[in-house]
């Protein structure tokens, strides 16, 4: 089997990963905050461990701002309803997944809250600042793009916002893990991601990493294990945003991804995910009749004009090869990249992919196509 769909879920999962998880499994995985016995208090401690890990990983302010969710497209619509709550115009990029596009349009629809796309090609910043109203309130940005690899730099969004006075609420689904984010230096007011992409770690946990701001409004209210007669949830970060019973197997499996690239170095991974994107663009080209679309930061995107891509992933199965194929759940890219009627085969790479995966890849398209 080769594994080629790891912006969707990385695998295979380091051993380390698996262990902890089952470790946890198997010695507390009690219910944090819940009660005093000493199986929740070792539960409540492995849990806070993962908040430091996340806030040192990303040199953020405190690891109480480390608020844990199902997945980043529950923490972006945390940040994105609970921090944009008045009537204003907000600015998103031609790039982003449905989990911004989604929030920002029901807004849209219910809150009467207006948006304009900023295009990713050419000057950046200046696309941005073209964009920019006397009602904009917020910009609400991918910092990597899941269908082509491009990426928008924080630094960029980052210097534009605190300059005019905006909220930042940035995606870094598919760039967490694979290059270094430094939020003390870069600073947002929610940064969110899963864990079980770049990260390593297993379906179930993700987060979101709050600035100065607070949340006004709560999206899923409950149990927080603190302030019970109080109707409303507490006023305090994480338990504000963190109703119900946490993850814990997951968020465990997400700190343990973390450490794992800390020991090897995001320096080894970025260069180790260029290399093979470079050998996989190259590869890939020689194919006659092959349309490339994007090849950045370990997402390889193309088509062939006279095939579906539905039928040449479903070919590509029988060989044992693990592709993404269709929309991406990211129409507004399509549109962007001219891929928005056809829809495109995507590979994305991890550091478990090899060079000669690359090969066995043509051969089969090859075998496929001819």
Do not use: W
């Not at 409540?44 to 701002?65: G, K, M, Q």
């Not at 050419?122 to 991918?142: F, L, M, Q, R, Y």
């Amino acid at each position: 089997m080769i594994y080629l769909d790891n912006a969707a879920t990385s695998f295979p999962k380091p051993r380390s990963v698996i262990e902890e998880t089952e470790i946890c499994i198997k010695k507390y995985c009690a219910n944090s905050g819940r009660s005093s016995h000493s199986l929740a208090i070792r539960t409540s401690e492995e849990i806070y461990r993962a908040r430091e890990c996340v806030s040192d990983f990303l040199s953020a302010n405190s690891p109480e701002n480390v608020c844990f969710t199902a997945n980043a497209t529950y923490a972006l619509n945390f940040a994105i309803k609970g921090l944009i709550t008045k009537k204003c115009h907000v600015l998103i990029s031609d790039l982003e997944h449905n989990s911004v596009l989604r929030p920002i349009h029901k807004l849209h629809k219910t809150k009467g809250i207006d948006y304009s796309v900023f295009s990713t090609s050419g000057d950046i910043a200046e696309n941005i600042k073209k964009c920019i109203k006397p009602t904009t309130k917020a910009i609400v940005s991918t910092l990597m793009s899941n269908v082509s690899g491009k990426e928008i730099p924080l630094e960029i969004l980052s210097k534009i916002a605190k300059k005019h006075n905006l909220l930042l609420i940035v995606d870094a689904s598919q760039l967490i893990g694979h290059k270094k984010i430094n939020l003390s230096k870069n600073p947002c007011d929610a940064l969110c991601a899963p864990g079980h992409k770049g990260l390593f770690g297993i379906q179930g946990a993700g987060f979101l990493v709050f600035g100065k701001e607070i949340p006004t409004q709560t999206v899923i209210e409950g149990g927080s294990g603190n302030e019970s007669k109080n109707p409303g949830m507490p006023k305090n970060l994480p338990e504000r945003m963190e109703a119900g019973t946490l993850p814990t197997p997951s968020i465990v499996a997400l700190r343990a991804g973390i450490e794992y690239i800390n020991k090897l170095g995001l320096h080894y991974i970025e260069e180790k995910n260029k290399m093979l994107t470079d050998i996989f663009h190259e590869s890939l080209k020689q194919i006659d009749g092959i349309e490339l679309f994007g090849s950045e930061n370990g997402i390889i995107s193309f088509r062939f004009r006279d095939k579906e891509s539905s039928e040449i992933a479903s070919e590509l199965d029988r060989f044992g090869i693990c592709i993404r194929e269709g929309l991406h759940c990211s129409p507004l890219a399509h549109r962007t990249l001219g891929s928005y009627n056809t829809g495109l085969i995507r590979v994305s790479l991890s550091i478990f992919n090899k060079e000669s995966d690359a090969e066995h890849l043509v051969k089969a398209l090859r075998e496929i196509l001819f």
